[in-house]
C-alpha cells in the first residue's frame, strides 16, 4: 500500500510568520511531488511542483524534496490571512498514479 | 477556472434514484479521472480513463458506473447509492496518464453530493 503522510493539523500560525507543511512518503520510486491548496468547499489547486531533490522556489512558496528521506514540504513565507486552506500533498509513483496525503489545514491569524 | 467543469454542482438523491455527474475538460487532455472525497479522509481515486479507455478501476462498486465518449467529457452513472456515498466528488484531467508529462492533474469544482 503506497501511502503519503502529512501531520495532522490544524496548524496556526500568525500572519508574516513561516508556515511550514511536511509530508513523507512510502513508496521509494516516486518520482512527482506536488502540493495542492483546497479552500473550505472548493477544488484542489496545484499550486507547486517538483521533481528532483533540493528547493524550488515561487514567489512566497518554496517546496522542499528530498529523495533519500523520502520527506517533502513546504513553506510559505510571510503568511497572509488568505494562505488560510488545507494543503494536500501528492506523490505519482512508478505507475504514474497520484496518490492524496489526508491534507493539513492551516489558520494564520491576523 | 481551471479549464475543468462539473455539473451539478449539489446533487441530492434518494436511494433509489438514478443520476449523472458531468465533466468536460477544455484543456486539450488526453487523460481524465474521478475522485472521491470524504471528510476526514484523503482524496481517493475512483476511475481512470486514458484516450477514453478506462485504464484503472480502483475496486468500486458496481451503483458507480464510469462512460468516457471522448477525451473531453466524462461522466459517472449514479444509481441505488447508500447514504455513505455522500461526499465531494471530483473530475480531474492531465495532459497523458503515462507519466512522461509529469502528469499534473488539474480538478473541476466537484459535485456535492447527498444521498438520503
Known amino acids: 500500500q503506497k501511502e503519503v503522510e502529512q501531520n495532522s493539523g490544524p496548524l496556526s500560525v500568525p500572519e508574516g510568520a513561516i508556515a511550514s507543511l511536511n509530508c513523507t512518503y512510502s513508496?521509494?520510486?516516486?518520482?512527482?511531488f506536488f502540493w495542492y491548496r483546497q479552500y473550505s468547499g472548493k477544488s484542489p489547486e496545484l499550486i507547486m511542483s517538483?521533481?528532483?531533490?533540493g528547493d524550488k522556489e515561487d514567489g512566497r512558496f518554496t517546496a522542499q524534496l528530498n529523495k533519500a528521506s523520502q520527506y517533502v514540504s513546504l513553506l510559505i513565507r510571510d503568511s497572509q490571512p488568505s494562505d488560510s486552506a488545507t494543503y494536500l500533498c501528492?506523490?505519482?509513483?512508478?505507475?504514474?498514479?497520484?496518490?492524496f496525503g489526508k491534507g493539513i489545514t492551516l489558520s494564520v491569524r491576523p | 477556472e481551471t479549464g475543468v467543469t462539473q455539473t451539478p454542482r449539489h446533487l441530492v438523491m434518494g436511494m433509489t434514484n438514478k443520476k449523472s455527474l458531468k465533466c468536460e475538460q477544455h484543456l486539450g487532455h488526453n487523460a481524465m479521472y474521478w475522485y472521491k472525497q470524504s471528510a476526514k479522509k484523503p482524496l481517493e481515486l475512483m476511475f481512470v480513463y486514458s484516450l477514453e479507455e478506462r485504464v484503472e478501476n480502483n475496486s468500486v462498486p458496481s451503483r458507480f458506473s464510469p462512460e468516457c465518449p471522448n477525451s473531453s467529457h466524462l461522466f459517472l452513472h449514479l444509481h441505488t447509492l447508500q447514504p455513505e456515498d455522500s461526499a465531494l466528488y471530483l473530475c480531474?484531467?492531465?495532459?497523458?496518464?503515462?507519466?512522461?508529462?509529469?502528469?499534473?492533474?488539474?480538478f473541476g469544482a466537484g459535485t456535492r453530493l447527498s444521498v438520503l
Open positions: 517538483i521533481y528532483s531533490n
Open positions: 513508496d521509494r520510486v516516486s518520482q512527482s
Open positions: 501528492a506523490v505519482t509513483g512508478a505507475n504514474s498514479k497520484l496518490t
Open positions: 480531474a484531467s492531465s495532459q497523458d496518464h503515462s507519466g512522461r508529462t509529469k502528469n499534473i492533474q488539474y
